[in-house]
């Protein structure tokens, strides 16, 4: 991996940007150190499968993936992927508040450490986007104001959407409850699912339960 600034001034300014919000134990410090490898190398993973020319290099057909933790994009994929690491190797949640918080407080976006995002995913510009519980396949993408969770049945049960490969959510769409989303839909603009399955290769509109469902080739 190719890093626009030397990898231990990312470590260390990570370390600034918490202590400057939060109380980081020695503990804690040793549990970072651990796990912002792990970060890292899912970093990795995503960005040498990402189409935008901001997230590797190429040369001679060979693709390394670029780190730039002042793409604000980027690094919000960094937060998650190490808060992430942190929930599933040590179950301090309390550290992985502090991280997942940071991210809130820098990028805008609300990604909980518990929640299994797929390992190729991206966003765009996705401020005041809440990714919820749900199954997350590869190819997902979210932009601004995008919601994704659960809704309660009336026996109190809670129910959330399964989405397959290539989902793309415009800005402001919704994906709530009892779903199951296709392989290759758009969600478009300002569209809210909402209990409601929809089909492979198609454009949806509107509001459940309304949609408008557009097949596309």
Known sequence: MIFTIPKEDIYNQLLLQLKAH?????????????????????CRENFEHNSNKYYYNETEGKREAVFNPYHSVQYMMFLYYLSHAIYLRH????????????????????????????KHFHADHPLGSVMGRAHYSNGFVFLQGCTVGGTYDKDGLIHYPIIEENVHMFS????????????????GAGCIVKNQDVPDNCTVFGESPYLIIKPQK
């Open 22 to 42: 939060f109380f980081v134990s020695n503990e804690e410090n040793g549990i970072i150190s651990e796990c912002f490898d792990y970060a890292l190398e899912d």
């Open 172 to 187: 402001n769409s919704s994906i709530l409850g009892n779903c199951h989303i296709g392989k290759n839909v758009n969600i």
């Open 91 to 118: 179950h301090s949640t309390i550290l992985c508040d502090k991280i997942y918080y940071l991210n809130k407080i820098f990028n805008s976006v609300d990604i909980l450490y518990a929640v299994e995002l797929p």
